[in-house]
């Protein structure tokens, strides 16, 4: 059983509009993240979270943002979609902020038309 | 400016043969470098991992050499199984950096039985 669940797998969105991927994780970690992974670029940090709190934001726009309602779930909002923000999401988590194995979830396939 | 690079783009090798998947790096304070196995449709997941202070890490099949003036590193994967194809990713961070990876575009690996 997948220990973090990402919803929705796949989604189709309209240019303008505005998604919001889920992710939660039963690992009992404290730190959590969000990487895009796109045809045109490598695996890409976004966001670190530990115990609730940013603690690393490498987004160049506040169109992306994340939201931490449980210390287990790690959404991410996206405003003003964009065909560029066509990619999958990969949520992840560790033990802690600190030096400690990244679990990945299975990703959220985007595709912005 | 790539600061994880990897070589070759994709490899293919006969299974039984020994795989050799490479990675250079730019940032000298890079001190922790993870590999990632990624099958399709799957998130990332880690396969085997170094830290500077090493110049070799065993794990079974999978070796890491590194070589830290020349900023290189490579994965031998020996007795290469068809069940090894996969894209490889190298990763690269440093301590405190809130467990913010920078990875290589990756090496797709075919083994052929």
């Known amino acids: 059983d997948p220990k973090i669940i990402q919803k929705p797998k796949y989604l189709v969105a309209v240019t303008g509009s505005e998604k919001i991927l889920i992710c939660e994780q039963y690992l009992g970690h404290n730190a959590m993240y969000w990487y895009r992974q796109s045809a045109k670029k490598p695996l890409e940090f976004m966001f670190s979270?530990?115990?609730?709190?940013?603690?690393d934001n490498q987004t160049a726009s506040s169109r992306f943002q994340p939201q931490s309602s449980k210390k287990n779930h790690l959404d991410l909002q996206i405003t003003a979609l964009k065909p560029d923000d066509s990619a999958t999401y990969f949520c992840?988590?560790?033990?802690?902020?600190?030096?400690?194995?990244?679990?990945f979830g299975e990703g959220s396939r985007l595709i912005v038309v | 400016q790539q600061q994880v690079r990897q070589s070759p783009q994709s490899l293919t090798v006969w299974e039984g043969e020994t795989a050799i998947l490479n990675c250079s790096y730019e940032?000298?304070?890079?001190?922790?470098f993870p590999w990632y196995q990624q099958f399709p449709g799957e998130g990332p997941a880690l396969l085997i991992s170094i830290r500077s202070v090493s110049d070799k890490k065993e794990d079974g099949r999978f070796t890491i050499f590194f070589n830290k003036r020349e900023k290189k590193l490579s994965l031998h994967i020996t007795d290469s199984q068809p069940g090894d194809s996969a894209t490889y990713f190298c990763a690269a961070t440093e301590s405190g950096s809130f467990n913010k990876l920078t990875f290589g575009a990756g090496t797709r690996l075919a083994v052929c039985p």
């Open positions: 940032d000298s304070t890079f001190n922790y």
């Open positions: 979270y530990s115990y609730q709190k940013l603690m």
């Open positions: 992840a988590s560790s033990q802690d902020s600190s030096g400690n194995t990244l679990y």
